[in-house]
């Protein structure tokens, strides 16, 4: 048997384990909490039933095996699901060089998000995740956004003018759907030139189709690629266009700008959380001491959106 720790989850911790059972080769991860957590995060219960329902409705996601509460020899709930093959490291999809490949490759993630946004209702789901009022969706976010930042104690007051400006600039709510809460290139395996599996679902929410959107589509998840608007991979155009064949609905990037904003402040709001775990002691990691380093610039980012320089 190999175990090995995989790269990312800096939330959650995946390992990969391969080896065989009779003389059939496997490999599965093994997903579990990390020693702390940041506020929205979900339980390792919750996120497994919740890719088990996905499944079920053929969403591109890894088959869910198993569910194992915390009294066990890894002291943590942890599930156990069929490992998929692919690439979902940012930095690498980005810098592909082929332009036809990386059309073909977002075509296919416009595809997947479009899927995702057509459970409009269902059950299982609504028995796993609570459905908000409509009207009380962007309400309901914009506080805990603020609760969080309080929770920080320390003064941010870019953030609190951002999140001043969201109250007074909340969008009309489109119809409640399911959104992935973390939908962005590094979290989308890919296979070649198609996604192979959405991974990291420990965020998902019923939410307005624009929030998954925006955070894709967000500066602060383009990886450096700045002129390439859906996920540093290609234009906002071919996405959108792929995700209007499956869902027949189309955003205009126009109607973006509050959703950017949003998602820049979340972004910098657990940036800022997860360095804390790290200056805590909670969890040392140079990774997490490195993502208080992002906050400015998703400051300045957030100042540019809203001064409409972006």
């Known amino acids: 048997m190999n175990i090995k720790k995989l790269s990312g989850g800096a939330i959650q911790e995946n390992w990969a384990i391969s080896g065989k059972l009779d003389q059939e080769d496997y490999e599965i991860v093994l997903r579990k909490n990390a020693a ?5 995060s ?3 219960q919750q996120e497994y039933e919740l890719l088990k329902r996905l499944y079920e409705l053929n969403i591109c996601v890894p088959q869910p095996l198993l569910f194992e509460k915390k009294d066990n020899f890894l002291n943590s709930e942890f599930f156990v699901m069929n490992k998929i093959s692919g690439v979902a490291e ?3 999809l980005v810098r592909l060089n082929q332009p036809d490949l990386q059309c073909k490759i ?3 993630i416009g595809h997947k998000l479009a899927a995702i946004h057509l459970i409009e209702s269902d059950p299982e789901i609504e028995r796993i995740i609570q459905k908000p009022p409509k009207e009380n969706y962007l309400n309901q976010l914009t506080e805990d956004l603020h609760e969080q930042l309080l929770k920080l104690r320390e003064p941010r007051p870019i953030l609190e003018f951002a999140l001043s400006w969201m109250k007074q600039e909340q969008p009309e709510t489109d119809d409640l759907v399911i959104v992935h809460g973390d939908y962005r290139t590094g979290n989308i395996m890919i296979d070649h030139d198609h996604v192979s599996g959405i991974l990291d679902w420990e965020f998902t929410h019923w939410g307005d189709r624009r929030e998954d959107i925006g955070w894709f ?3 602060c998840w383009r990886f450096g690629k700045e002129a390439q608007v859906a996920g540093g991979i290609g234009s906002y155009k071919d996405f959108m266009q792929a995700y209007s064949q499956v869902s027949d609905i189309y955003i205009p990037e126009f109607e973006l700008k509050f959703w950017h904003v949003l998602s820049h402040v979340r972004w910098a ?3 800022i959380q997860q360095a804390n775990r790290n200056l805590s002691n909670a ?3 140079l990774e997490l001491a490195l993502t208080a380093f992002l906050v400015p610039q998703l400051e300045k980012n957030i100042l540019d ?3 409409d320089k972006e």
Request: hydrophobic share 35%; charged share 25%.
């Open 36 to 40: 702390t957590v940041v506020d929205a």
């Open 42 to 44: 979900s339980g390792r």
């Open 90 to 92: 940012g930095h690498k």
């Open 106 to 108: 977002l075509q296919d």
């Open 217 to 219: 589509t967000s500066k």
């Open 269 to 271: 709001i657990i940036a």
């Open 283 to 285: 969890r040392p990691s």
């Open 305 to 307: 959106i809203i001064g």
